[in-house]
């Protein structure tokens, strides 16, 4: 029996771990996580704003994997591939014939000066809690402060992560003000990008569109603007400074770090992986999900990490290592991105799909699409059950 060892349960590792339990009787399977529930991180910064209660995007690991996978919680500090075994906090290392590491994102900060003492990251379930409470803990102290910056908040970046954010807080606003009796017209949202365009990855008419509406709802943004330090309560650039008592950090992310602790050749902790998903000179080390690096044979530049191409990557992976254990060839990894969605909160969005040609769609269509995509994504890792209990 071939000893698969899968590290990280975010949407590579339990796809990959569900795909291989169907082929269970040639392989022993064991996937590690932090935790004992896996979190859908494309829906954080519901949570974060409070739309979302955490319990409405995770579910147990236990629960929705098949009985024929090992599931150890526990965290990784590092793979030993001399040994071929992973090292654990707690728990002794575990040995392996075949590695799946899909250990997923954190937080990057460009090592700006503050950005990490200073700001909110939303990178899993515990900062997504966090934020919430400091904004509702911020706006509910400013009856007793009257203190303007209690009232403003600076998203930093307009990423995907950042419109998303900005999307749900502007729809939660008015519930806010109602509850926090706050002087509607001294709220103060701004958000500050590096670069001049927000929303890079969608053409200008959509990119456009969110600006708008969301500027329509009171955002400010500040493009062509790069952050170079936060102190407690101000965001500095290199000519102005905004002031603001809560300050959201969604510039962008990283792999874990265990890949640097591990001595892998990588860039921000993502690993160049060959055209099967293998690691160069370790046939039997697949690296997949936000830890991987894949360049798009088109563009020639690297496939963002999205919740699609991990999905999509974990397929590879597990085809691959069932095609190595009956001593066939393994497949290189092709990706054909189906689309991008962007919500603007629970009701609005852009999107770009590539089915059946390129379409583009602005607006409430966009609300009941996101839903769709993200019941999919739960019907795929997890179970019916779990996506209708999700609802
Ligand atoms: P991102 O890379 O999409 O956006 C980060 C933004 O921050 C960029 O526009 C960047 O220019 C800006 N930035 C970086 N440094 C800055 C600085 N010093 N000052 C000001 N601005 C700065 O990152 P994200 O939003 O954190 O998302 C992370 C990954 O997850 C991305 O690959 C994204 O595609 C993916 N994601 C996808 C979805 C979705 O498909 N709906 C949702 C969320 C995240």
């Given at each position: 029996m071939a000893n698969v060892l899968i590290l990280g349960a975010g949407y590579a590792g339990l796809r990959a771990a569900k795909l291989l339990a169907k082929h269970a009787s040639q392989l022993t399977i064991t996937i590690v996580n932090d935790h004992p529930y896996h979190y859908e991180s494309t829906q954080l910064h519901e949570v974060a704003v409070g739309n979302k209660e955490p319990a409405d995007i995770t579910f147990s690991l236990r629960a929705s994997l098949p009985d024929n996978v090992n599931l150890v919680v526990d965290t990784v500090t590092k793979i030993d591939r001399d040994q071929q075994r992973v090292e654990l906090a707690h728990h002794d290392p575990l040995p392996y014939d075949y590695l799946i590491n899909s250990l997923g994102f954190e937080s990057e900060t460009f090592g700006i000066p503050g950005a990490e003492e200073n700001a909110l990251p939303l990178i899993d379930i515990d900062t997504a809690v966090a934020a919430r409470k400091h904004l509702e803990e911020t706006l509910a102290h400013f009856s007793q402060s009257q203190d303007p910056d209690d009232l403003r908040i600076i998203v930093c970046g307009a990423g995907f992560t950042s419109i998303e954010y900005l999307g749900e807080l502007v729809h939660r606003l008015p519930k806010l003000i109602d509850q926090y009796h706050l002087p509607a017209d001294q709220i103060k949202i701004d958000c500050i990008e590096a670069m001049p365009k927000v929303l890079p990855m969608f053409s200008q008419d959509l990119a456009d569109y969110a600006v708008h509406y969301l500027e329509s709802h009171g955002v400010t943004f500040h493009t062509s603007t790069p952050i170079t330090q936060i102190d407690p309560g101000v965001v500095h650039s290199k000519d102005t400074s905004y002031t603001a008592h809560t300050i959201i950090w969604t510039t962008g992310v990283q792999g874990s770090h265990v890949i640097a602790d591990s001595g892998y050749a990588q860039k921000r902790n993502r690993v160049m992986v060959q055209d099967d998903l293998t690691v160069k000179d370790h046939p039997n080390e697949y690296i997949i999900g936000d830890v991987s690096a894949v360049p798009?044979?088109?563009?020639g530049r690297l496939y963002p990490t999205t919740a699609q191409i991990a999905i999509a990557q974990a397929d590879t992976a597990a085809h691959n290592i069932r095609a190595q254990v009956s001593g066939r060839t393994p497949s290189k990894f092709t990706f054909h991105s189906l689309g991008t969605v962007c919500s603007l909160g629970p009701t609005s969005g852009v999107a770009e799909i590539n089915m059946l040609g390129h379409w583009k769609f602005k607006g409430v269509i966009v609300g009941p699409l996101k839903k769709l995509v993200n019941d999919r994504s739960v019907l795929e890792l997890a179970n019916v059950r779990t996506m209708l209990e999700s609802n």
């Open positions: 798009d044979p088109a563009s």
